[in-house]
């Protein structure tokens, strides 16, 4: 079964600190995306990358970083967490022939105190 | 830019009543469009997608969906629910083949009663 795994599905963090959200998927996809869902705002497109190396920021890029340095790999970074980005934040991937269709993982859900 | 507009936020339905779920995009070309549904505490799971052809597309768990592009929707329907469906559902539009973008409306929670 194809998956995409998010290694943390909470964590908790102080103001300032620095976040790493991991992703890794075992689909072969070249597309990678990060979302941030918040109730009554949906979900929201914070980075996405089509190949290694390769990043393009999405809606709400600010204050957030990404690297992808495997392709199975697409890590999202908050260099200093603050309290409004604690969220549920959802990776998705895709292969280039997919047509728009994401695979998503499970979800990290981040409170900043 | 593409957008999504989902009207209702939250919708109670009885078991085995018919469903539908609204959904209104914006977008200049010929849309891709999506209906994804998350159970707590899980991911977004595909229920199905309009990409060109029949407007009226079959899915997953006995969804469908109708692209209507004179009213610009693609409303979600299902003849008569089951206590399984609880759960959140977005509609999402896509830029355009192979781009792989996706914009999500801010989603319909679905509450089944008894």
């Known amino acids: 079964d194809v998956k995409v795994t998010q290694s943390s599905r909470y964590l908790v963090k102080r103001t300032g600190e620095k976040v790493f959200l991991e992703c890794v998927q075992d689909?072969?996809?070249?597309?990678m995306f990060w979302y941030r869902q918040d109730p009554g705002l949906g979900l929201r497109l914070i980075y996405f990358s089509y190949d290694v190396k390769m990043k393009e920021k999405g809606d709400i890029p600010e204050g957030y970083s990404v690297s992808r340095e495997k392709k199975e790999r697409f890590s999202l970074i908050l260099e200093s967490a603050s309290t409004n980005q604690t969220s549920m934040y959802l990776c998705a991937s895709s292969g280039r022939s997919g047509a728009n269709v994401l695979t998503f993982g499970a979800g990290s859900r981040l409170t900043v105190l | 830019a593409q957008s999504v507009t989902q009207p209702d936020i939250h919708i109670t339905v009885s078991e085995g009543a018919s469903l539908e779920l609204r959904c209104n995009y914006s977008?200049?070309?010929?849309?891709?469009l999506f209906w994804y549904v998350q159970s707590p505490g899980q991911g977004l799971q595909l229920l199905l997608k309009y990409f060109s052809g029949d407007t009226l597309v079959q899915g997953i768990k006995g969804f469908e969906a109708e692209f209507k592009r004179s009213q610009s929707s693609f409303n979600l329907r299902k003849p008569s629910v089951h206590w399984s469906d609880a759960a959140e559902y977005f509609c999402a539009v896509g830029e355009n083949f192979g781009n792989e973008k996706l914009t999500f409306g801010t989603g319909t929670r679905l509450t089944i009663i008894p």
């Open positions: 977008y200049g070309a010929t849309p891709y």
């Open positions: 689909m072969d996809h070249e597309n």
